[in-house]
C-alpha cells in the first residue's frame, strides 16, 4: 500500500492521468491525498472533477478556492453561470452536475490522520491554530456547508475583512476569516493578518509579513502538513511542511509526495500538454 498526497490539478486532467500512472497507483491497494482546486484553468476541469469522484473510495480531498468559487457560482441563476470561462461552464451544464457538485460540496476543509502522522490543508493554517483548533474551526464552515442549505455561507464567503482570525468574531465575518486562512493564506503577519495581495515567491512580500509556516511564535504542531495553492514557491519542504503545488496549470509539474515512507520522495510529471516524468528525493 502508497499513500501519496497530490497538489493542485485545476483542470489538467491529462497531467492527472499521467502522474497517476508514474507512481503506479492501484486502486486495489493505494490512497491519494488531494490538497483542492480540483478545478479551473486547465481546460479540462468536467473530466478531472469526474476522475477524483471515482477514486472516492481511495482519496481524501480538501477544498480549495477555485473549488469554493464553483460551488458559490452554482447557486447563481443560469444566465450568469453561462458567462464564466468554458472550464467551468463545462461542469457547470454537465448532464451529472448535481451529482459532481453535491460531492464537492461535501468534502472537507481539513484532512488530519494521526495514525499516519500528516494532516493536509489547501493554503494555510492561522500561526496561533493548533490542529485540535484547526479541526474545530473547519467543523463551523462545514456544518453551513455540508447542511441542506449551504447558500448563504456560499455567498457571504466572499470578501478580504476581516483580513485576521479572532476568536470572537461571530456570523458569516467568523466563517469568512476561517476559509480564508484554509484556502487563500500565504503570508500573514505574527498576530495571523492576512497579506491577500502577496503572491510571489518569498522574499517579495511587504516588510512585517511571513510565510505562514515561517511566523515567530508560532504554535508546535505535532503532525507534518501538506497544502497546495503557492505555485510560486514551488517545491518546499521543511519544518515539517510540505508544499506542493508546483504550478501545473502555469507550465510547471504536477507533484506527488509519498506519505508513507521515511525519507520524503516525490514524483513529477509535467504540467498541461507535456508528457516528460521527473523522479527524486525532495530537499529539505
Not at 491519494?32 to 476541469?45: A, M, T, Y
Not at 493536509?120 to 496561533?128: G, I, Q, S
Not at 508528457?275 to 525532495?282: M, N, Y
Amino acid at each position: 500500500m502508497a499513500i501519496w498526497a497530490i497538489g493542485d490539478l485545476q483542470g489538467c486532467h491529462d497531467a492527472t492521468c499521467r502522474l497517476l500512472d508514474a507512481i503506479g497507483f492501484d486502486p486495489a491497494r493505494d490512497r491519494l491525498w488531494f490538497c483542492g482546486d480540483l478545478v479551473n484553468r486547465g481546460g479540462q476541469s468536467l473530466e478531472t472533477l469526474r476522475l477524483v469522484k471515482s477514486l472516492d473510495a481511495n482519496s481524501q480531498v480538501v477544498l480549495g478556492n477555485h473549488d469554493l468559487s464553483l460551488l458559490a457560482i452554482a447557486q447563481r441563476r443560469e444566465e450568469e453561470q453561462a458567462r464564466v470561462n468554458p472550464d467551468l461552464r463545462a461542469v457547470l451544464f454537465a448532464p451529472d452536475r448535481d451529482e459532481l457538485l453535491e460531492w464537492l460540496r461535501m468534502r472537507p476543509l481539513i484532512h488530519v490522520d494521526h495514525a499516519l502522522g500528516w494532516a493536509m490543508v489547501h493554503a494555510a493554517l492561522a500561526p496561533r491554530w493548533t490542529l485540535a483548533q484547526a479541526e474545530r474551526h473547519a467543523a463551523e464552515v462545514h456544518q453551513r456547508l455540508h447542511g441542506p442549505n449551504p447558500r448563504a455561507l456560499l455567498s457571504g464567503m466572499y470578501g478580504n475583512r476581516p483580513d485576521t482570525f479572532h476568536p470572537r468574531l461571530q456570523g458569516m465575518d467568523r466563517l469568512r476569516a476561517i476559509i480564508n486562512v484554509f484556502t487563500r493564506m500565504r503570508y500573514c503577519t505574527p498576530r495571523g493578518t492576512i497579506s491577500f495581495a502577496d503572491k510571489g515567491a518569498p522574499g517579495t512580500q511587504k516588510p512585517g509579513t511571513y510565510p505562514w509556516f515561517m511566523v515567530p511564535g508560532q504554535v508546535t504542531r505535532e503532525l507534518k502538513i501538506v497544502f497546495g495553492h503557492w505555485s510560486t514557491l514551488g517545491l518546499y519542504m521543511g519544518l515539517g511542511i510540505h508544499g506542493i503545488d508546483t504550478g501545473c496549470v502555469w507550465g510547471g509539474k504536477l507533484t506527488a509526495l509519498a506519505l508513507d515512507e521515511e525519507t520524503p520522495r516525490f514524483v513529477q510529471v509535467a504540467g498541461c500538454d507535456a508528457p516528460p516524468v521527473t523522479r527524486g528525493t525532495a530537499r529539505r
